[in-house]
């Protein structure tokens, strides 16, 4: 699947822009925070597979508003190496996965779960360094963080042996689902 039809589809169910401050970075950098908190917790459950995926595609869903609130795309904020090299999500994770004998879902999703942290940091410093003001500074400090986090995404993935390309068609499947029943609010998966 091509990053950026992932992209405009996530920006097509983000309900929270119609909202007021809906293109601030708060709403989006908590939820990533939120599902990769989640990701941790089911892998301390001993949840391995299907289910981590479904999380993988509500975090694809984060970085993509969240880029867009950063006035950017998913592609565009990865660093210029490797943006220039991938167009599809599979191409991105075979670029940022690390040798297989060295991926493991724990330190994968840990790393996911501090990548996430440190983006809520910086959004938290918009409000209390910034009054509020999206700068051009906060505003690249937050793409950046927001790269590493998916460049994380795509070494989880493969750590649990799915596909990222996978991951984001059932993301798109479960949420095209939920806008076409009037579902895209609430809570749980079963909407």
Known sequence: MKIIDYHRFALSTAIY???EGGQQPTYPALGLAGEAGEICEKLADGIVGGELAKELGDVLWYIANLAEDMGADMLSILPASLASRVGHFSELQDAAAEPAPNLKPYPAAL??????GAVCERAKKLIRDDGGTLTDERRSLIASGLAEAFIAVA???SALGASLDDIAAENVRKLRSRKERGRITGDGDNR
């Open 17 to 19: 822009r119609g909202l």
């Open 111 to 116: 790393r996911l779960a501090g990548k996430a």
């Open 155 to 157: 070494s989880l993935a």
